[in-house]
């Protein structure tokens, strides 16, 4: 293991996935080096800090050494490249492999021979063996002797206190058994928890799709059964405590306005997209997206149809929103719901505020009590802990008529109990 530890790291990529790990690696003695096009970020973590709010990250990074830097010569001569880089969708919801193929080539152009290549970024199955490898095929490697490139698809739950980079299980995948037993044992030496190999690099690809998918699914199901249940008067929080009684074959998932993050609401796009190329229909997935997609529009409209039933017309209202982050107790802006729902609202031409404290840039107030203390409605699209807790009072000394829960995290009781028209996803 020591004889590992003396090799040198290069992580490509300094976001949610990239800098926790540089930092992990850091932390167990590897020399490490980060790499990012952005020179703003890097300038924060050369100096000990996180560019984005996670306390795991904060606590960490005053205590490791990290070399960063944005030249490409700087990552020559590694003995472990961790590409942990974007894979985002296009307009059309098609895979845009742009930055794993951008940092493939680099790799290749600085790399040494006996190099081991992981990609952590989540692919489809098959992007490794047809995007990933020609590339340094291309460069005069071959692989399995003059490199080693391995997937390890990467699992980061920002905000979580207790699960981090540094304890999830994980699973690897390669194109050889060198490069596999190589990539274990790397793993091994940084992350507290088992690491899994699989049979073959396709399917530790296919592993991050059917995870992120299977939430896909079930965050649809249970917005669809909200949004039905909210046709017959029924509160689907109180139906999933029930069923959650259950002590088996159920899972419990909630409904909200809509899904974000860089996972869930864009891997099924690339599983889908697979399908369609080896003549195969997701119609789960698809079905899926075109639920959770939509509950931007659903919240939009339970806005019009509450503000209606106050007597008011969104236009010309002072509607305010809270939480432009995907995901509560986090700084997060990828695909944010919030993003959608704003645009949305603003077709209806009200006086729009925003706030969220965690992105203060993207708020048009200062703080809370100026949202609410300028709003006539209220709609909640992130459930910062700051905005749970609320005191109802607030809303009703402000003269808030109306509160849509996008994430149904206030007291819905006590808030009707007011006058004040509440609605949530589903109750």
Not at 242 to 258: E, L, V
Not at 287 to 313: C, F, H, P, W
Not at 399 to 412: A, P, Q, T, W
Request: charged share 25%; proline share 5%.
């Amino acid at each position: 293991m020591s004889e590992l530890k003396d090799k040198k790291v290069c992580v490509i990529g300094m976001g949610y996935v990239g800098l926790p790990l540089a930092a992990v690696c850091a932390k167990k003695g590897y020399a490490v080096t980060g790499f990012d096009t952005d020179k703003a970020k890097l300038e924060i973590i050369a100096q000990g800090k996180s560019p984005f709010h996670e306390k795991f990250l904060e606590d960490l990074l005053p205590q490791v050494k990290i070399n960063v830097t944005s030249d490409p010569a700087g990552i020559k001569d590694h003995d472990i490249y961790l590409i942990c880089v974007p894979t985002p969708v296009d307009e059309e919801h098609n895979p845009d492999l742009k930055y794993v193929i951008l940092a493939s080539e680099s790799v290749a152009q600085n790399m040494k021979k006996g190099a081991l290549v992981v990609l952590e970024s989540t692919v489809n199955p098959g992007v490794s063996e047809e995007a990933v490898a020609p590339i340094f095929e291309k460069a005069g490697y071959v692989i399995g002797q003059d490199v080693f490139i391995s997937h390890c698809p990467e699992r980061v739950n920002p905000g979580d206190p207790k699960w981090n980079v540094s304890n999830i299980p994980r699973v690897v995948g390669s194109f050889d058994e060198k490069g596999l037993v190589m990539t274990k044992e790397f793993y091994e030496s940084v992350v507290d928890a088992e690491i899994m190999p699989m049979d073959s690099i396709r399917e530790a690809e296919a592993v991050k799709i059917m995870e992120n998918s299977f939430r896909d699914i079930n965050i649809a199901f249970v917005n669809e059964m909200a949004m039905s249940f909210a046709r017959m008067d029924i509160d689907i929080t109180n139906v999933i405590r029930g069923a959650s009684t259950k002590p088996y074959a159920f899972m419990a998932h909630n409904p909200g306005c809509g899904v974000g993050g860089h996972c869930i609401p864009v891997d099924p796009y690339y599983m889908i997209q697979k399908g369609k190329e080896n003549n195969f229909e997701h119609k789960f997935l698809s079905s899926a997206r075109l639920i959770n997609d939509g509950m931007a529009d659903y919240t939009v409209e339970l806005l019009q149809d509450r503000m209606n039933e106050a007597g008011k017309a969104v236009k010309g209202s002072k509607v305010g929103v809270l939480g432009i982050s995907y995901k509560g107790n986090v700084g997060d802006l990828r695909e944010s719901p919030a993003l959608r729902i704003i645009e949305k609202i603003k077709v209806l031409e009200p006086e729009l505020l925003t706030y969220d404290p965690y992105i203060p840039e993207f708020s048009t107030v200062r703080n809370l009590d100026e949202i609410l203390s300028k709003s006539e409605a209220i709609v909640i699209v992130t459930d910062h802990k700051e905005f749970k807790n609320i005191p109802v009072e607030d809303f009703v000394k402000n003269g808030i008529k109306v509160i849509i829960d996008g994430r149904n995290c206030l007291d819905k009781k006590a808030i009707r109990e007011t006058g004040i028209i509440y609605a949530g996803i589903g109750r």
